[in-house]
């Protein structure tokens, strides 16, 4: 089976900075995508960023030019380096891998969830 751990949420004051990361681990064969996904109360989980294989990123227009996203695919891990939070940031975030093949079952192709990380940001 495969598990993802996210960790550096936290309290932040506004205009301050975050690190996330989240670990992909198990019998993977290989990830497509990795990606950064948050969820603020009474509202849908939305997609704040994401990154291929090969490295190509897309963001979602709230977060350009202060989030960046990168990937180490040797560790199967991804980032999200936030910037300029604001308190419209505050959510709970959630690491998301997409188009999972395990070296058992190489043919199945699965998504998974990490079980999220609260960020807060204080005006």
């Known amino acids: 089976q495969v598990q993802l751990v996210e960790s550096g949420g936290g309290l932040v004051q506004a205009g301050g900075s975050l690190r996330l990361s989240c670990a992909a681990s198990g019998s993977i064969f290989s990830i497509n995508a990795m990606g950064w996904y948050r969820q603020a109360p009474g509202k849908q989980r939305d997609l704040v960023a994401v990154?291929?294989?090969?490295?190509?990123?897309n963001y979602v227009d709230s977060v350009k030019g202060r989030f960046t996203i990168s990937r180490d695919n040797a560790k199967n891990t991804v980032y999200l380096q936030m910037n300029s939070l604001t308190p419209e940031d505050t959510a709970v975030y959630y690491c998301a891998a997409r188009g999972v093949r395990t070296v058992v079952r190489p043919d199945v192709i699965s998504d998974y969830w990490g079980q999220g990380t609260q960020v807060t940001v204080s005006s």
């Open positions: 990154i291929n294989s090969g490295g190509t990123t």
